[in-house]
């Protein structure tokens, strides 16, 4: 595929730039893909699909980089310089830069916006007396990680707690003036405009638990929510917990933070 405009020069080196973006955005895309497709049907664990998702966290930024600069120059031709089969070229360039676009987005998504990602995968807003799983605890029966806060690892529910209040000082009880049964059928809202599986909510007990899936790996972290009445205030505490993985990326404490906002 030559270019017949009046740049041949110029057309000979976007077809060669953009074919080369789509070749090499395609097999980037593909094998973040792969990835997370390969833990779906159980080809391998999820520690696999993160050690391939690593191999591209340090060339996929500067691809997309110049995938985009490649895309960029191609519509130029299209627009600017009447080179033959621009159109064409436009297309390869861009769906390359795509491809390259989703192997840079899979990784970072896993990192959550509002949380810098500290090494632990148990937040709660109370880390001397955490909320207790009741509904969940029979789906967690064979989980890795254990609802017994501080339990898993090298540390203790002390050196736990002083990580996350490090971390993430905002985590806190929430407060309201209104009583507990509106903010009780507020948090079922949230929970449910979240996207999250509803597991209990019982009112009585003023307890809510629900399960998040994340979407590539397929990881399932579970919340539980107790809203109580303390004097004259409404008291909110809440719970974030991964059934796999030493660290979640800053996940819990974003999805927290998420709930909180829509409150």
Request: glycine content about 10%.
């Amino acid at each position: 595929m030559v270019a017949n405009g009046s740049n041949p020069a110029i057309g000979r080196f976007l077809n060669i730039a953009t074919i080369l973006v789509l070749i090499v955005g395609l097999c980037f895309g593909l094998y973040a893909l792969a990835s997370s497709l390969g833990v779906w049907i159980g080809l391998w664990d999820f520690r696999q699909g993160f050690s391939m998702l690593r191999i591209l966290s340090t060339p996929a930024p500067w691809l997309l980089g110049l995938s985009v600069v490649v895309t960029v120059a191609a519509f130029i031709g299209a627009t600017a310089l009447s080179l033959g089969n621009s159109t064409r070229l436009a297309s390869f360039a861009l769906v390359g830069t795509i491809a390259v676009g989703l192997a840079y987005y899979i990784p970072t998504s896993y990192r959550s916006a509002g949380a810098p990602g500290a090494p632990i995968h148990d937040i709660t807003t109370d880390t001397y007396n955490p909320p207790a799983y009741v509904a969940i605890a029979p789906l967690r029966a064979d989980a890795p990680n254990s609802m017994v806060y501080g339990e898993d690892g090298n540390r203790t529910a002390e050196g736990l707690r002083e990580i996350q209040l490090r971390a993430y000082p905002d985590i806190v009880p929430q407060r309201f003036d209104e009583p507990v049964e509106e903010i009780f059928n507020r948090t079922l809202a949230a929970v449910e405009a979240l996207g999250w599986e509803l597991v209990d909510a019982n009112l009585a007990e003023g307890r809510i638990e629900a399960t998040d899936t994340t979407f590539w790996f397929r990881f399932k972290d579970d919340v539980v929510i107790y809203i109580t009445r303390e004097g004259n205030e409404t008291v909110l505490n809440a719970r974030s917990l991964s059934r796999v993985g030493g660290s979640d990326f800053g996940k819990n404490a974003g999805r927290l933070m998420d709930l909180f906002a829509l409150l």
